[in-house]
């Protein structure tokens, strides 16, 4: 899921069932009061979409939780307020679809970007993320799939230019190949595991049905009987959400330099200003600065974008419906993890069905949450630090990001039905010197993002509702949204994204 990178939990209050205007976050050794998340980012392009700066990446190791000063640098004197803050592209909301659609500008033009958002960076979604960017579940031909082919192909020429410049993919994003498993159980489970996997070749994928035999070869800590069988697609990766948001950051500040970026941190986006005349935007309001904008303003804050369109076009005669929600998630990571290793990122069959699990009825009739209705499917992946990361939990309980010690019980209990040898060992135990992350996912009826311009506001767009793919659908939605606004031909075809 997109997450924080941060080693904490944001907290409203557990029954707020609206966007909390404020909530303190804290940062291992200080405490910072800071408003709900809205960001706002752009960056210009350089020809090479997938060029990088050596300096960005040797400053790219660092956790979200060390940038805490955003960079003041633009044209002339714009920071100290003695002319008008004016930029190409004014982006809100600084979580991964937001960075990326600011890098996509500031390599692929000479556009000027500023970004926005109430926080800092990996305080939302993003870094509380496992930080798959696998295949193996998604289903050829669906409304997604070009956009998540189209994205996957960009973050592999990204570890791959990043190789040949002499640089560690593995160090800079936490890249890893590790191939992904579909996990099956049950004949039923793998009848249809046989089904994905014959759609995947189709595709074009090197899929491969494992047998029970094959599997417990690739995953000996894995005991399932004889009926077990998984889909799996060698070639799939996995990225460190945090490290990949610290070093796309990076690469970003690089064009402060030359006045084409500036970050405004712990300033959430209040209002837009409007010409009297045409009713453009022409202006972002912020609690401290007012942002021109010639080009566009790009909303990209998660499960917060439907309560800031509300409140950016108050007063005004449009009418828009974003029901984006936010689905809150759990993970288990455990520090030091001795007892198996896993060989490849894994995930149950069922964690498809989970995936896509929608709103009860009372839900969607808008009467309220029910804290009883949560999701749990096995998710298992080993980072670059050899962690061991469980998962995972859905849950639609409003903005509710409390840790809820049942659920994680729970991730514990499912996880163990597929690694025996956990029920051997204790949680409370395993839990030191690890932690919980607590997300929320911005969930859309129907599954699909919305990424694209917003009727009747000229200049703005939106990049919101990616659920639990905003990682892997990133660079491909950045891109479409820089195709977008310079009404340049699309690699892949925007319409399902729209309003």
Known sequence: MAASALKFAFNPKPDDAVPPRSSTFSFSSCTVKLAATYCSSSHNIKTNPFSISTSAYYNSNRTCANRLHPIRVSVSNQASKLEPLKFDVVIVGAGIIGLTIARQFLLGSNLSVAIVDAAVPCAGATGAGQGYIWRVHKTPGSEKWDLAMRSHQLWEGLAETIQNQGLDPLQALGWKKTGSLLVGRTTDDCSVLRKKVEQLVDAGLGAEFLSSYELMSEEPALKLGQECGAAFLPDDCQLDARRAVAFIEKANRSFAAEGRYTEFYYEPASSLVRSEGSGEIEAVKTSKNTLHCKKAVVIATGCWSGSLMD????????????????????????????SFSLNHGLMEAGYVNHESAVLGSTMESGVGYDANNVSISMTATMDMSGRLVLGSSRQLIGFNTEIDELIINRIWERASEFFPILKELSLNDMRKGGEV?????????????????????????????????????????????????LGNPQKVNPAPFSM
Do not use: W
Request: aromatic content about 6%; cysteine-free; hydrophobic content about 40%.
């Open 311 to 338: 409140e950016l076009t108050k007063g005004s005669q449009i009418e828009l419906d974003l029901p984006v929600k936010p689905r809150k998630g759990h993970l288990l990571v455990l520090e030091n993890f001795k």
């Open 437 to 485: 992350r607590v997300g929320l996912r911005p969930y859309m009826p129907g599954g699909k993002p919305v990424i694209g311009p917003v009727p009747g506001l000229s200049k703005m767009f939106l990049a919101a509702g990616h659920e639990g793919e905003g990682l892997s659908l990133a660079l491909g939605t950045a891109e479409m949204v820089f195709n977008q606004v």
